[in-house]
């Protein structure tokens, strides 16, 4: 027996299995294969780098840190390495096999000229710490990239150095607490709705405040009258994602933000959802302070499997002077000018500091830069109206099957929600998406926000074309059925996949985070 | 307007308005106030371009910087140069590792989830601690995530941050400090030939939640971390071990075996290129009693409904998008490519494989140094060090770096440009040899810089 079958299927699972399983000595079935870890795989002295230089000895002075014995890790040989990978690879799904229509995440399709543009050696071969006169083009274009960011969102500056939508909102946060101190106000609440995204109120807490929730309206608006009547000299600031959670747009932001700035606080906007309005809406106009925007998912850099993502903070005004560093500006004359802890004092004197080593995601600027300048502001404003359009598409097209908590109210923006409301006893929002998995199509977001009880949240994104849409349609319209009808075979899928479902709560309580094989 | 990543056409739009029961497009923008909706694409922005075109623009933009490559090169400090294989960079760019999401639906996501599994067994086995997280943003970002952690598991609030912590990761901490109100004991460095482990020791008292130990540290000294750890340990303190260069561990002894409670670091060494400083990914390890506490995601292994092997992402009550505002982190998305490209290096290498790279660039670096103490009125700090060290010259390292560049020579990072306030420091300049430096390269750096210091126009 090879090591794959021993990882995989196993003889006495061919009595009482699903019914649809074709059983195979080696536990691969066709294009569908099982691979080992690759400590099951390694073999003692395999490697897949040749060395052409000479060790030599080591300094005497180093001799009481040597290791005693090089880390217990298998190597694998190139044609090893290139299959284990590929193989794996197979069991993901991924945009580029289909639809990937998970709600709030902004799964659209990575243009390949940005991975390509990104490996330019001028820029992924650079050092962060070469001296400036020779890192012209990449201050220069990380400056672009902010005046673009700045421009489209109708705000003041920029901080691209977080490198991530929740340190992004970190960012912000500090911005905002660091605002507060400047004017000698020690603030201590920060207001966040109950629809938020959970990274909001672990952010705020993160950032020293204590959180407070904001109950939602019947048609999924944050409460504006709610929100005022917390208001006062103890809050901060307010959280609001704008397009929010639900899929709809605060038509009550400037109220909020006027209400919270007279008030003496900042208004904070999660720009998750941006990709619904950008090139239509400017969060500045709105009265935001602050708002991150994740490059991961509106500018579509590549979400490879949990990152890297990117969050450059656009800053009012009032919030611009408190920027972490390193911080791209411009000097009078117009040229291009990165300021770092060398300068700061003269240049940028109240900065909360650094956030993180070096730059940020330069790599993720470059991509979000290539597809800016392919899509032009023309492009952009088309691709929020066609990521609008296509979730209204879905949301009339299935709201006679799924329940559509707030399609009474109008459109939605570029995602559609539905609950598990109609669903037969016992039937829940689970099996639906464990459905759509044998469907060939990835689950949409499934139990968040958490204001809709079994919430489903789609976000078809702009990149998917009608046609694409309608199978999926056709597919969660069977599905929809069946959950309807308490079709109980529903409760078994995922069954073509290359798990079924997967025991959390086992995983969980005995945890096993890594592989002990060897140690008898 | 047609667009080569915009898949409707108009036909298809008038359609689907249609079945919505919507006449235009800006009808289902209704929600949004008309004061706030704009009328057209936002002014002073070029319009969509082709692929020819952008390339133009971003090769120009590309062509203005000095590639590491093009140039004898010698940086590190917290970010280095290795010969990274051509399959990893492959591997990477399978669609389905670069366009799917993080693995919130195990069933069809178990390749990301084996790899996560692979990477932290990989971590824990390189920092010699008993688990490790599937990656955090970065090494400084770690840094802070170690010492919040620490805080959890001592409930004492003041860390001691050696003189040998990168400067950016001190910062980095600084700055969080600030905010949650923890005290930050941060000694100065100086530029002294070992690390003064001592002076580390002294700082320690029974308020202590964590020593923050770099090895190597910033000047590429080793700090005796098996003394710390004790004196950490007999005042009731955690020892965190910041590895920067992941390479070093070929050769050093893992922290995680010289009794560091954490151990954090940055991965870039391994598979992620220079990138102007990102992305890059945090490495995260420490004991299994602390499990409960620590920051980021977190793969383990478990059974599906026909028993066989699987995984899927664990102890996620610690998290943000479960424990929301009582998490142990506010960390989402993470590093996971990075994360991918650092274990299909690993695997490639494997551990033999790293312990003969690390006796490469150890080799070099030593190459390196005993050119340069040839150079008239430049001495090497170090005793020991593994492929990075501090010279000495005669005036203001950052004048003699911009000079070497000057002269197409990437000779180093200056410890005036880490350390802007501190004039003592201003003569250090840091050099890094890795397997990519070459006899030419030391030579060319030694003669450049022999220029340099005789006051030859470039």
């Not at chain 1, 791209?328 to 500091?353: M, S």
Request: hydrophobic content about 45%.
């Amino acid at each position: 027996m090879n090591a794959a079958n021993r990882a995989g299927w196993r003889p006495e699972m061919s009595a009482g299995g699903t019914g649809c399983e074709s059983v195979t000595s080696s536990g691969d079935r066709g294009l569908m294969l099982e691979e080992p870890l690759i400590f099951e795989l390694g073999h003692k002295g395999a490697c897949g780098v040749d060395f052409d230089a000479p060790e030599g000895e080591p300094l005497p002075a180093l001799s009481r840190f040597l290791r005693k014995e090089a880390p217990a890790l298998p190597g694998l040989t190139e044609p090893e390495t290139v299959r284990h990978y590929t193989r794996l690879s197979r069991q993901n799904y991924a945009i580029d096999l289909g639809p990937f229509p998970l709600g709030s995440c902004t799964m659209k399709h990575n243009p390949r000229l940005n991975e390509k543009m990104a490996r330019l050696p001028g820029f992924a071969d650079v050092h962060p710490l070469q001296p400036q006169q020779t890192v012209a083009g990449a201050v220069e274009a990380i400056e672009q990239l902010g005046n673009w960011l700045v421009t489209l969102t109708g705000m003041h500056s920029v901080a691209m150095s977080p490198k991530a939508g929740a340190h992004g909102e970190l960012c912000g946060l500090l911005c905002i607490r660091a605002a507060h101190e400047a004017r000698g106000a020690a603030r201590s609440v920060v207001l966040v709705p109950e629809s938020a995204h959970g990274t909001n109120p672990a952010t705020a807490a993160f950032a020293g405040y204590r959180v407070e929730s904001i109950p939602a309206t019947a048609d999924g608006h944050v409460d504006l009258e709610a929100l005022k009547a917390r208001l006062g000299p103890d809050v901060a600031g307010v959280m609001i994602t704008n397009p929010n959670t639900c899929g709809l747009f605060e038509r009550d932001m400037k109220a909020i933000a006027d209400a919270v700035h007279a008030a003496g606080g900042y208004v904070y906007c999660d720009g998750a959802n941006f990709n619904a309005i950008v090139g239509k809406v400017r969060p500045g106009d709105l009265g935001v302070d602050a708002m991150h925007i994740n490059l991961h998912k509106t500018f579509s850099t590549p979400h490879g499997g949990g990152g890297p993502g990117s969050g450059p903070v656009v800053l009012s005004e009032a919030l611009a002077p408190f920027a972490p560093l390193p911080f791209v500006t411009r000097d009078a004359d117009g040229a291009v000018k990165l300021i770092e802890e060398e300068h700061a004092g003269d240049e940028h004197p109240q900065t909360f500091g650094r956030m993180a080593a070096f730059h940020g995601q330069m790599g993720m600027f470059t991509r979000a830069l290539t597809y800016i300048l392919s899509h032009g502001a023309d492009g952009l404003r088309q691709a929020a109206e066609d990521a609008v359009l296509n979730a209204n598409y879905v949301l009339r097209s299935l709201e006679d099957v799924l329940d559509a908590p707030f399609a009474g109210s109008g459109p939605c923006m570029h995602e559609a929600l539905f609950s598990d409301a109609g669903f037969a006893e016992g039937f829940s929002t689970l099996d639906v998406a464990k459905g759509l998995i044998d469907e060939g199509f990835h689950p949409m977001t499934v139990y968040f926000p958490l204001v809709v009880h079994g919430a489903m949240l789609i976000e078809p994104t702009e990149t998917e074309s009608k046609a694409g849409l309608d199978r999926f349609i056709a597919s969660l319209r069977v599905l929809a059925e069946r959950a309807r009808a308490g079709d109980e075979s529903l409760k078994a899928a995922p069954r073509l996949a290359p798990r079924r479902r997967l025991d959390e709560t086992q995983a969980a309580r005995k945890p096993v985070l890594v592989w002990k094989g060897d140690s008898a | 307007m047609a667009m080569r990543y915009l898949p409707l056409t108009e036909a298809d739009r008038a359609e689907m308005l249609g079945v919505i029961g919507a006449a235009s497009v800006d009808d289902l923008f209704a929600g949004v106030p008309a004061e706030a909706r704009l009328s057209g694409p936002v002014a002073g922005l070029p319009m969509h371009a082709s692929e020819i075109a952008v390339e133009r623009q971003m090769t120009a933009l590309a062509a203005k910087n000095l590639s590491a490559g093009s140039a004898p090169f010698f940086l590190g400090a917290g970010a280095y140069r290795h010969h990274i294989p051509a399959s990893v960079d492959h591997l990477i760019q399978r669609g389905e590792f670069l366009t799917s999401y993080t693995p919130y639906q195990p069933e069809i996501a178990q390749g990301t989830l084996q790899v996560m599994f692979e990477f932290q067994t990989q971590v824990a086995r390189l920092f010699g601690t008993d688990v490790a997280n599937a990656s955090m943003y970065d090494g400084s970002t770690a840094c802070w995530e170690a010492i919040a952690m620490a805080g959890r598991v001592t409930k004492r609030s003041r860390a001691v941050l050696s003189a040998g912590l990168h400067p950016h990761y001190v910062s980095t901490v600084k700055t969080m400090a600030r905010f949650t109100g923890d005290t930050i004991e941060a000694a100065a460095p100086k530029l002294e030939a070992a690390a003064d482990d001592a002076a580390l020791i002294s700082a320690i008292d029974g308020a202590t939640s964590c020593v923050v130990v770099q090895y190597p540290d910033i000047m590429g000294r080793i700090p005796d971390l098996a003394a710390i750890a004790e004196a950490a340990h007999a005042a009731g303190a955690l020892l965190v071990a910041v590895v920067t260069e992941p390479v070093a561990l070929g050769l050093l002894e893992a922290p995680g075996n010289l009794g560091a409670d954490i151990v954090v670091g940055e991965g870039q060494s391994l598979g992620v290129g220079l990138n102007f400083g990102g992305p890059y990914l945090g490495l995260f390890g420490c004991r299994e009693k602390f499990l409960r506490q620590m920051p980021g995601r977190l793969c383990g292994e478990t059974v599906d409904a026909d028993g066989k092997r699987g995984f899927v992402l664990t102890l996620s009550t610690r998290e943000q998008h479960i424990r929301r505002e009582k998490a142990t982190s506010n960390i989402c998305t993470n590093a996971g490519l990075c994360a991918l490209a650092f274990s299909i290096h690993m695997t490639l290498l494997g551990g033999d494989g790293l312990a003969r790279l690390a006796g490469i660039n150890h080799a070099r670096a030593q190459a390196s140094a005993s050119r340069l103490a040839q150079v008239p009125g430049v001495r090497v700090l170090n005793d020991a060090f593994f492929n990075e060290f501090t010279v000495i010259l005669p005036g203001d390292a950052r004048e003699a770096v911009r000079a070497l560049a000057d002269r197409q020579v990437l000779g180093g990072v200056s410890l005036g440009r880490l350390y802007p306030d501190a004039e003592g420091l201003h003569c250090g300049l840091l050099v890094t040899a890795t397997e990519l430096t070459t006899d030419e390269d030391i030579e060319a750096l030694a003669l450049a810089l022999a220029e340099v210091l005789e006051g030859v126009p470039a």
